[in-house]
């Protein structure tokens, strides 16, 4: 089993900066992909950034330019560097990482952290 747990989350000015860090602990063999998702009042929760475990990277559209993920995988940790922050940041931000488990059903599963509040204020 993975743990993940997050930490950075706070409040900041539009235009401010915020790093968030993810700390993977537990089983933590075979870990592919790192995430972050966010979830905004009223909105779906939506992928921000993801990096493979080779460090290629993809974001959504709305942070590309301003935001930044980053990987240890030596420490089994991702950051996601937050720049230009605009109040439509706001959301509840979860670090995700994916695991290969081998077996009879072998496939990918998903574990989430519990989250760190982000709040851009006006």
Not at 1 to 24: I, N, R
Not at 25 to 43: E, F, L, N, V
Not at 95 to 105: E, N, P
């Amino acid at each position: 089993q993975v743990q993940l747990v997050e930490s950075g989350g706070g409040l900041v000015q539009a235009g401010g900066s915020l790093t968030l860090s993810c700390a993977a602990s537990g089983s933590t063999y075979m870990i592919d992909d790192m995430a972050w998702y966010r979830q905004a009042p009223g909105k779906q929760r939506e992928l921000v950034a993801r990096v493979t475990s080779s460090g290629n990277t993809n974001y959504a559209d709305s942070v590309k330019g301003r935001f930044t993920i980053v990987r240890n995988n030596a420490r089994h940790a991702t950051y996601l560097q937050m720049g230009s922050l605009r109040p439509e940041d706001t959301a509840v931000y979860y670090c995700a990482a994916d695991q290969w488990r081998s077996g009879v059903s072998s496939r990918y599963e998903t574990f989430w952290g519990k989250g760190t509040q982000v709040t851009v204020s006006s």
